[in-house]
């Protein structure tokens, strides 16, 4: 599958840093083996929405089954959560447009726009399973709703990004931990 199951210590890592609440939507950019994706759902129970996105096909029909094993062997998984939706895409060109109705529905069900580039946000949190040079931050901070947080490792260091609540568009930028981890793909015309 050609990718790498980070250790648990940096998947809680991650998780704490994100503060994910009942009800909120999730974005797992790289989501791999559907692991954290499936920690997400759980932390935003019944009312949440998570999306974990990958650029392999054969790495989201593995999450897809993770996922579905899951939901048969700990039934309180299934009962406490809904069932996370995994799409084959690269973060950089995702957009409003590039998803299922459904999930723009629970993602942005009040159909907010950002003040940062004029897109619209979509998540509440966003985590990275992929290091993202920071020239490219910009692009996954547009995917945040006011208030949003992304995590992602950024060359050696894990960073947490929030986007200011009052709308304009600035973002504190927190450093914490050292990793190490493959790089985010960046499609030509974002280069």
């Known amino acids: 599958y050609n990718f790498n199951v980070s250790s648990p210590d940096v998947y809680a890592t991650a998780l704490e840093a994100l503060s994910i609440q009942p009800g909120e939507s999730v974005l797992d950019i790289g989501c791999g083996c559907g692991m954290l994706t499936a920690m997400a759902a759980v932390l935003t129970?019944?009312?949440?929405?998570?999306?974990?996105?990958?650029?392999?096909?054969?790495t989201i029909n593995l999450a897809r089954v993770n996922v579905a094993r899951l939901r048969d062997v700990q039934?309180?998984?299934?009962?406490?959560?809904?069932?996370?939706?995994?799409v084959e895409k690269n973060a950089f060109n995702l957009d409003r447009?590039?998803?299922?109705?459904?999930m723009l529905h629970a993602a942005n069900g009040n159909n907010e726009t950002s003040a940062n580039g004029g897109r619209t946000a979509?998540?509440?949190?966003?985590?990275?399973?992929?290091?993202?040079?920071?020239?490219?931050?910009?692009?996954?901070?547009?995917?945040?709703?006011?208030?949003?947080?992304?995590?992602?490792?950024?060359?050696?260091?894990?960073?947490?990004?929030?986007?200011?609540?009052?709308?304009?568009?600035?973002?504190?930028?927190e450093a914490f931990g050292y990793v190490r981890y493959g790089d985010l793909i960046v499609p030509p015309a974002h280069e």
Do not use: Q
Request: hydrophobic fraction near 35%.
């Open 122 to 173: 979509l998540f509440d949190k966003i985590h990275s399973g992929a290091s993202c040079a920071s020239e490219h931050l910009i692009s996954l901070v547009r995917l945040l709703r006011p208030g949003g947080v992304l995590v992602t490792p950024s060359g050696e260091r894990m960073l947490k990004l929030t986007l200011n609540k009052d709308g304009s568009g600035r973002v504190k930028r």
């Open 75 to 86: 039934k309180e998984f299934a009962e406490c959560t809904l069932e996370p939706e995994f």
């Open 45 to 58: 129970g019944k009312t949440g929405r998570v999306v974990g996105i990958d650029l392999n096909k054969e």
């Open 97 to 102: 447009l590039d998803l299922p109705a459904k």
